[in-house]
């Protein structure tokens, strides 16, 4: 079973790694459903479990289900389980939190995804709306790299020779 051992948490460091190399490199749809997660046993993923599966903490993990992100089961002894739906739920609120996503904005959009489901307009609204916005930080982030790059290439964080040192 690939995906409980190895986790998600290395197939997004491996797409990670690969942008930071080309930021063209995106992963296709094709490689995304293959990077589908295998059936989560029948007694669900410990704590433990998870926190190897998604690369999360746990003090991440008991904050998601705090603020009401994801359900957790019990066992009769307290423990935590994680079934199907919670691993399906992780990932994908840890990006959008790690994305900028406001918990604010991330909470409703749980509360509507549980109450209303996938199709529900303002879902998509909710989404569009943060895509636009991450948009427009990615493209503020390659024009401060396309800056840094041109001053590193020309030269231009080297320290004037003629100017007075700061030095005593």
């Known amino acids: 079973m690939r995906g409980h051992e190895a986790g998600l948490a290395e197939l997004v460091e491996a797409a990670i790694a690969r942008l930071v190399e080309d930021p063209t490199d995106l992963p296709t749809r094709e490689e995304i459903a293959a990077a589908a997660v295998p059936p989560v046993p029948a007694q669900g993923l410990s704590m433990g479990q998870m926190v190897a599966f998604s690369g999360l903490g746990e003090h991440a993990l008991r904050y998601y289900e705090r603020e009401g992100l994801v359900r957790v089961a019990r066992t009769a002894r307290g423990q935590r389980r994680y079934d199907a ?80 040192s700061d030095r005593p």
């Open 85 to 164: 739906d919670a691993e399906q739920r992780i990932l994908p609120v840890s990006r959008l939190r790690i994305s900028g996503m406001s918990m604010r904005t991330l909470a409703e959009l749980c509360r509507l995804l549980d109450e209303h489901g996938q199709h529900d307009p303002r879902v998509r609204t909710l989404v569009l709306t943060h895509r636009d916005r991450l948009r427009r930080t990615i493209a503020e982030l390659q024009l401060a790299l396309a800056i840094t790059d041109y001053k590193l290439e020309t030269g231009h964080l080297q320290p004037d020779p003629g100017a007075a």
